[in-house]
């Protein structure tokens, strides 16, 4: 009798434990889900601290792409004006100008360059012929804020 009630404590011991371990699978993943923060691009610029250097969801119509190998996009906002720099990163190596007028979801990391490095990103675009005149993504383009994306999907309706 003893050995019976021995086995069966061994039993519910090894499915209790079993059972752990899946729910701990299962919060490592709503863990990452949750790192994902969905704002729109007035919210990110609106307070960039918040946001910086965290993976951020962001979509919008591809108002230009860089013609000079594709290194750059910009996002307008939902009030037409608003825009901003998106670059590539993990395994996108450029932007195809086809992007442009679709509206495009890119999940990547919001970043905020230092003075320092503001000033030199300015310098360095200031010294290249871009364009003849200014654009509507112009201060975007000299902007210390940028999303260096992950992923992107296209989702125009």
């Not at 990110?44 to 250097?53: C, G, T």
């Not at 003075?115 to 030199?120: I, M, N, R, S, V």
């Not at 201060?139 to 125009?156: G, P």
């Amino acid at each position: 009798m003893q050995k019976s009630i021995l086995w069966v404590f061994i039993a519910l011991l090894a499915v209790s434990c079993n059972q752990t371990t899946k729910k701990e699978g299962l919060t490592t993943e709503a863990d990452k889900t949750e790192k994902i923060v969905t704002a729109t691009i007035n919210e990110l610029l609106a307070s960039p601290a918040d946001y910086q250097d965290k993976e951020v969801a962001i979509s919008g119509m591809v108002s230009h792409v860089c013609r000079h190998g594709g290194q750059k996009c910009f996002l307008v906002a939902e009030d037409g004006e608003t825009q901003i720099r998106i670059v590539p990163g993990g395994e996108i190596d450029e932007f195809k100008v086809e992007m442009e007028g679709s509206t495009i979801a890119f999940k990547g990391i919001f970043r905020v360059l230092n003075a320092e490095q503001t000033e030199e990103h300015v310098e360095d675009h200031e010294s290249k012929e871009h364009h003849d005149v200014e654009q509507s993504h112009s201060t975007a383009e000299k902007a210390e804020y940028f999303v260096e994306a992950i992923e992107f999907k296209d989702i125009t309706p």
